[in-house]
C-alpha cells in the first residue's frame, strides 16, 4: 500500500512539472505581428510633421525586421529633429500595445532600420537599431 501511494506521488509530481514547464514554454508569444500592426498604424503620425514628405512601413518576420522609410526637406527638419519625429512615433506605437511599453523594450527583440526615401543614394540606412539592444544608432553626415 506505501509503495502504491509513492508511485502516485511521483506520478502526480511529473504530471505537474511537465504542466508548469510547458505554460512556461508557452507564455513567450510572439509579438512581432502585434508590433508590426501598432508600427504601421503610427507611421501617418510622422506624416504631420512639416518637412516629413513621404513615409513607408514594412516587416520582413523571417528576419525580425522593421524597416521605416522615411522622405524628408532637410532644409526644413534638422537632424536632432528627425530623431524626435521617430521616437515620438515609435513611443506612440509602444502606447499602443496590448499591454502598453516603452519602445525600447517593444523593439528589443526586434531589428529596426530607418532608410531614407527619395534621394537615398547618399545615405539609404539613417538609423539602425539591432537585436537585443536599446539604442538607436543613428548615421547621419
Excluded at 530623431?83 to 526586434?110: G, R
Aim: hydrophobic residues 40%.
Amino acid at each position: 500500500m506505501n509503495l502504491l501511494r509513492t508511485f502516485q506521488m511521483l506520478i502526480v509530481m511529473i504530471v505537474s512539472v511537465t504542466i508548469i514547464a510547458g505554460c512556461q514554454g508557452g507564455s513567450k508569444k510572439d509579438t512581432f505581428p502585434e508590433v508590426s500592426d501598432k508600427l504601421s498604424e503610427s507611421i501617418k503620425q510622422m506624416d504631420k510633421h512639416p518637412g516629413i514628405l513621404l513615409t513607408g512601413f514594412a516587416a520582413d518576420p523571417k528576419e525580425k525586421l522593421y524597416k521605416v522609410g522615411i522622405e524628408y526637406d532637410p532644409s526644413q527638419i534638422s537632424s536632432e529633429q528627425l530623431k524626435q519625429i521617430v521616437i515620438d512615433y515609435l513611443s506612440h506605437a509602444a502606447s499602443n500595445l496590448s499591454t502598453p511599453s516603452s519602445w525600447e523594450e517593444m523593439l528589443k527583440p526586434f531589428h529596426l532600420r530607418i532608410e531614407k526615401l527619395g534621394d537615398a543614394k547618399k545615405t539609404p540606412v539613417i538609423a539602425e537599431k539591432d537585436i537585443g539592444s536599446t539604442e538607436i544608432k543613428w548615421l547621419f553626415e
